[in-house]
């Protein structure tokens, strides 16, 4: 099959590591999973061989999705010829595990997706580009708050170009993310407004963003960058400034 580049199809190839993924995804007996860009199923054939209730294969390129069919029988799989970054994961079950080997082009953008419907995503393993990976697990940046609010964040393992065919220009990071017990409440929009102005022009004092007086009030430095926040830290500002 010829691969679409725009697409990010650069497919997991190396058996030890499709089933070492397998492993680490861990499926369980009463488990609803749902797996971003299948592909050819590589990964999703290594997953097969578990123990789960169902698979949703969420791919969107209608000639994967003709490979798939063809290529995979299992009761347990449904597959819909969709875009992540729009999907609505939540009316597929209200508790998924998700998994994938992402399009890195649009990594980001699959990662804030879960993030909006972290409600139904118990746990999350991606494999997206490495920098994406090192940024997500230590910030600075808004995604990393944004996905570390909800989530705790493992770097898995990394993993170098040649175990993809054909092999991407950057090395590959394996993360996991799983929910935290009380994730906070709070309207994810008004929130990712908060986070994304926070963290513009990161090397300003913290002062240009907020008001002076918020600050002092919490305890925290003016003169700050936003790089030295604890999370709780983000957190306490967001809540006091919306009030
Ligand atoms: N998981 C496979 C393939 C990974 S390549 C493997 O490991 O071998 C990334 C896959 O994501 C490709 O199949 C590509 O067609 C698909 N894809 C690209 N953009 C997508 C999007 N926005 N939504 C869903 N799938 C997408």
């Known amino acids: 099959m010829r691969l679409k580049?725009?697409?990010g199809q650069h497919l997991l190839v190396a058996k030890d590591v499709l089933s070492k993924i397998a492993q680490l995804i861990d499926p369980k007996e009463d488990e609803v999973l749902l797996e971003i860009g299948p592909g050819t199923g590589n990964l999703t054939k290594e997953v097969l061989k578990y123990p789960f209730k169902e698979i949703h294969l969420l791919e969107l390129d209608p000639q994967m999705v003709n490979f798939l069919m063809e290529n995979l029988k299992d009761p347990r799989i449904r597959i819909h010829n969709e875009d992540a970054r729009y999907f609505d994961f939540c009316s597929l079950s209200?508790?998924?595990?998700?998994?994938?080997?992402?399009p890195y082009n649009v990594a980001?953008?699959?990662?804030?997706r879960t993030i909006f419907q972290h409600r139904c995503v118990r746990e999350a393993v991606y494999m997206l580009q490495?920098?994406?990976?090192?940024?997500?697990?230590?910030?600075?940046?808004?995604?990393?708050t944004f996905?570390?609010?909800f989530y705790h964040v493992d770097y898995l393992m990394s993993l170098p170009a040649r175990f993809f065919r054909p092999p991407p220009k950057?090395?590959?990071a394996l993360l996991r993310f799983t929910r935290k017990e009380n994730p906070p409440q709070m309207d994810l929009e008004n929130y990712k407004a908060f986070l994304t102005k926070l963290y513009s022009?990161?090397?300003k004092a913290l002062k240009s963003k907020l008001p002076e007086e918020l600050l002092i009030s919490l305890n925290i430095d003016p003169m700050l960058r936003v790089e030295a926040l604890k999370l709780e830290e983000v957190l306490l500002l967001y809540n006091t400034w919306q009030k």
Do not use: M
């Open 147 to 149: 996905v570390r609010t």
């Open 201 to 203: 022009s990161k090397r």
């Open 170 to 172: 950057v090395q590959s």
């Open 108 to 112: 980001s953008l699959i990662v804030e």
């Open 130 to 144: 490495k920098e994406v990976g090192e940024k997500l697990k230590k910030g600075p940046s808004w995604l990393s």
């Open 5 to 7: 580049k725009a697409l």
């Open 94 to 102: 209200p508790d998924l595990k998700v998994f994938g080997n992402l």
